[in-house]
């Protein structure tokens, strides 16, 4: 899974996240989820003592539906 701020370039489902998605953590730019994108990211680049957050039920609900939705 992928979180990015600009969804208009695709053409899969890219719904938004809101707060009601997100527990302990934010974004400053509207995000958007983009399930169908997997990206790799050193550890060490976000475990600086300071990153913690998860999806909710909701928000996984949300990502589950994306997931559904690239199965043709």
């Known amino acids: 899974m ?3 701020t600009s969804a208009g370039a695709y053409q899969q489902t890219t ?17 958007y ?3 169908w994108a997997l990206y790799t990211i050193a550890p ?3 475990m ?4 913690k957050g998860e999806l909710t039920e909701s928000g ?3 990502l589950k539906k994306s997931l559904i939705s690239l199965i043709p």
């Open 2 to 4: 992928c979180v990015g």
């Open 15 to 31: 719904p938004e996240l809101t707060d009601e998605h997100l527990d302990g953590i934010s974004f400053t730019d509207t995000s």
């Open 33 to 35: 989820l983009m399930a």
């Open 44 to 46: 060490g680049t976000i």
């Open 48 to 51: 600086n003592g300071n990153t």
């Open 60 to 62: 996984r609900r949300l």
